[in-house]
């Protein structure tokens, strides 16, 4: 058959499913992209034709910045529990590079994204074309190279010949729960117009298992012997848990052996907030429950978690001396952390063996009792904070109770950076194991308005809440105009707090007196940003992009806009001021962010004792 380079590529994308239990989808639905002069004459003819012609079915959506498509496609491939993923193309240069924070983002979280970055010529006939970057010291390398260490797969497209194996392995890539994450496809731009006489083999409909790897019998003994000894585990349910859709067969595991449940960011909702086995959040920014547990466990069950440093409260939460992990993960790399008894394997499966091996044990009685009236004890404390009556500005902790309490059951709440996720992952109640979608890996500013676009396109059915802050929101608010355009509903809660209230006590907690956090005017008399308000107002800067908004000054102003937001068919901005320096409940544990050793500060030395202090906790987990 003969089509160019992008327009094969188009034809065999559509063809493409992933199936797991059965159940079937297309694996790529759509793409994401940007057009310039690296992809306008290929790629985006490719789509043209494929729509004019009915040949292959890739619906195209226009993004407002390559980076927030690359955001998006990861709140939609999340949401579909990695089963499916968007292809973003991207013009050469800056539009693609503009890519690489989304690929970083998409790796570190383990979430499928097919990125094609444009590519210079490869004939090199008109080198070098507008935005090439040229190496004296040689001619192979791109811009693109960049994508390198934030790919899963990675590979240049010279000649059409190259183009169906860098395709299968993408795809194979994409698919593997174990490997998955970015995988780009550097297209030169005089490649994608090439035509080629290809195998129609090549376009016949593919479907791409995502396998259930089973754990093998003698790990999964080493495994159970480890539990059965266990008399104060604890679980840690991370975000595999929900990609497996295995929450049900945790809920199995925590009712047979009576082991209770933390949760990672990732990880949170895939048990019930309360069931009587979930302890809430646990690490830096979990909840006093869990963390006084995880101090004392003698065992803990990791499940598809990666033990980030918010995790373990960088090494220090787990503080028995011997304690041992038992790793249940698909990817061999995350079994092996923290010298744990690794289970390679789904965790769906894990969970499900493990609970038919450990028939008769569960935990002491005692135990449980511990559990349920410290879970008791949290829950008055967190209600005190969704309930604070805090005066003038409300607390930000009291805009999340009001918004967690107004939600349904199934609607989304999405989240990325500042203060926010650390109040969520100590305070959100979640039921539903797709409503609390949190992106803690990369904790990227700016996800949030895009990755709640990717999260609607995939589940229009649910209402998806977007909470963004002032800084994030001014980092990346234009995909509003992408759901105005493509009516995909959105209500995005803005908080402002006026700049970087999270970075702004964790510089003061560190002795740097909230130095360079505030959005404020430069005082003359200072020297430093201290000066006057600025007189910026983001409410005005949503409705100009298309949006409806709606302001809030107070808590019960705010359930009412909620309440009208969610009757609107359109995307609504929810206003609301808060005051940056109220308090919110103490998770009771540390995270590492080193602090000057030397310094003329007062404060900074004073900090400094701190760290040294809090740094002893700190151990390797041999
Ligand atoms: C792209 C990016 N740049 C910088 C950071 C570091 N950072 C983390 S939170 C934050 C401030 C966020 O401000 P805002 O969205 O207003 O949230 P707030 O802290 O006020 O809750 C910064 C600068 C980041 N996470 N992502
Ligand atoms: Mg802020």
Redesign the pocket.
Same mark, same amino acid.
């Given at each position: 058959m003969r089509l160019t380079v992008a327009q094969a590529l188009v034809r065999f994308l559509a063809s493409q499913y992933s199936e797991r239990d059965g159940v079937r989808q297309r694996l790529i639905p759509g793409c994401f992209g940007i057009f310039g002069h690296g992809n306008v004459a290929g790629v985006a003819q490719a789509l043209l034709q494929a729509h004019a012609t009915g040949e292959a079915d890739l619906r195209y959506y226009m993004a407002r910045n390559e980076q927030a498509m690359v955001h998006a496609s990861v709140g939609f491939a999340r949401m579909r529990n990695r089963l499916q993923a968007f292809a973003c193309t991207a013009s050469i240069g800056p539009g693609s590079t503009n890519m690489v924070t989304g690929a970083a983002l998409a790796t570190i979280n383990r979430i499928p994204v097919l990125l094609l970055p444009s590519d210079f010529f490869a004939t090199r006939a008109a080198n070098p074309v507008l935005q090439e970057l040229e190496d004296p010291r040689s001619y192979d390398v791109s811009v693109n190279d960049a994508f390198k260490p934030v790919s899963r797969f990675w590979d240049r497209i010279n000649r059409p010949e190259q183009m169906p194996s860098a395709l299968l392995a993408a795809m194979r890539v994409l698919t593997d729960p174990a490997e998955t994450g970015a995988v780009t496809l550097a297209l030169p731009q005089d490649v994608q117009a090439e035509a080629y006489d290809w195998p129609r083999e090549l376009f016949r409909e593919r479907v791409w298992h995502v396998p259930r790897p089973v754990p093998e019998p003698a790990a999964l003994a080493r495994a159970v012997a480890v539990l059965r000894a266990a008399r104060r585990p604890l679980v840690v349910a991370g975000g595999g848990v929900i990609y497996s859709d295995a929450s049900a067969a945790l809920r199995r595991f925590a009712e047979a052996t009576g082991i209770p449940v933390a949760d990672t960011q990732a990880g949170k909702g895939a048990l019930a907030w309360d069931h009587p086995g979930a302890v809430g959040g646990v690490g830096a920014t979990g909840t006093p429950v869990a963390n006084a547990l995880a101090r004392e466990a003698d065992v803990v069950l990791g499940v598809g978690t990666r033990y980030s440093d918010f995790t373990t409260a960088s090494r220090t939460v787990f503080a028995d001396p011997g304690v041992r992990f038992v790793n249940l993960n698909v990817a061999g790399f995350d079994a092996g952390k923290h010298a744990g008894v690794p289970l390679v394997a789904d965790a769906r499966a894990g969970l499900d063996a493990l609970t038919s091996e450990l028939a008769g044990y569960r935990v002491e009685e005692a135990y449980g009792e511990r559990v349920r009236d410290l879970a008791a004890r949290w829950r008055q404390v967190a209600d005190l904070a969704f309930h604070l009556g805090h005066q003038p500005l409300p607390s930000?902790t009291e805009i999340l109770g009001a918004l967690n309490e107004f939600m349904g059951e199934r609607d989304v709440v999405v989240q990325a =950076? +500042? %203060? /926010?996720p650390g109040d969520l992952q100590l305070l959100w109640r979640a039921r539903d194991p797709k409503q609390y979608h949190v992106e803690y890996g990369y904790?990227? /500013? @700016?996800y949030e308005i895009a990755g709640g676009l990717g999260a609607k396109l995939a589940d229009p059915s649910r209402e998806v809440f977007v909470l #963004? +802050?002032? +800084? %994030?929101?001014l /980092?990346m608010a234009q995909e509003i105009v992408t759901s105005v355009a493509e009516r995909i509903k959105l209500t995005i809660v803005l #908080?402002d707090?006026r @700049?970087? =209230? %999270?970075? +702004?006590s964790l510089s003061e907690s560190l002795g740097s007196q909230r130095f360079g956090t505030s959005y404020r005017y430069r005082n003359p008399e200072t020297g430093l940003l201290d000066g006057d308000v600025l007189p910026v107002d983001l409410a005005a800067n949503a409705a100009s992009l298309g949006a409806d908004v709606l302001r809030a000054r107070t808590v019960a102003e705010f359930r009412d806009a909620l309440a009208r937001a969610k009757e609107a068919d359109r995307t609504t901005v929810v206003y609301v001021q808060t005051d940056?320096l109220a308090p919110v409940p103490s998770s009771q544990a540390w995270w590492d962010v080193p602090v000057a050793e030397v310094s003329a500060l007062a404060s900074t030395q004073k900090a400094r004792e701190a760290y040294d202090e809090a740094k002893r906790a700190q151990r390797p987990y041999l």
């Open positions: 930000q =950076a +500042g %203060s /926010m904790s990227c /500013m @700016g #963004v +802050g002032d +800084g %994030s929101y /980092m #908080v707090n @700049g970087f =209230a %999270s970075i +702004g940056p």
